[in-house]
């Protein structure tokens, strides 16, 4: 099994800055896997942010957040890291961590992230 325990949401003011972060764990870890951040806001489906591959050479941004948000990972504490700056209200989501449990390189549409944390709060008011 793998647990993934995100931290590090908040309130913001727009403009302003957070990092969050993934903690995996769990018997059947692998720091090999792909990893991932999503967010859902209120009413809307939840829609893909960011990947990582492990060694964290390859990453792939949705449109929304190329050039504000940069994912990264350290492997030796097994956690990702997701840090978001010039936030806007329309980034105000519940951001989830996932992993593709594959033994995939793909951190692309390719990716099938089947694990995932529980979400934390990100609210950024104007």
């Known amino acids: 099994q793998v647990q993934l325990v995100e931290s590090g949401g908040g309130l913001v003011q727009a403009g302003g800055s957070l990092r969050l972060s993934c903690a995996a764990s769990?018997?059947?870890?692998?720091?090999?896997?792909?990893m991932g951040w999503f967010r859902q806001a209120p009413g809307k489906e939840r829609e893909f942010v960011a990947a990582i591959n492990w060694s964290g050479a390859n990453t792939y941004y949705a449109d929304s957040v190329k050039g504000r948000f940069t994912i990264s990972r350290d492997g030796a504490k097994n956690t990702i890291y997701l840090r978001m700056n010039f936030l806007k209200p329309e980034d105000t989501a519940v951001y989830y961590c996932?992993?593709?449990?594959?033994?995939?390189?793909?951190?692309?549409?390719?990716?099938?992230?089947?694990?995932w944390g529980q979400g934390t709060q990100v609210t950024v008011s104007s």
């Open positions: 769990g018997r059947t870890f692998r720091r090999s896997y792909v």
């Open positions: 996932a992993a593709d449990l594959r033994n995939s390189d793909y951190v692309d549409s390719r990716a099938d992230f089947t694990s």
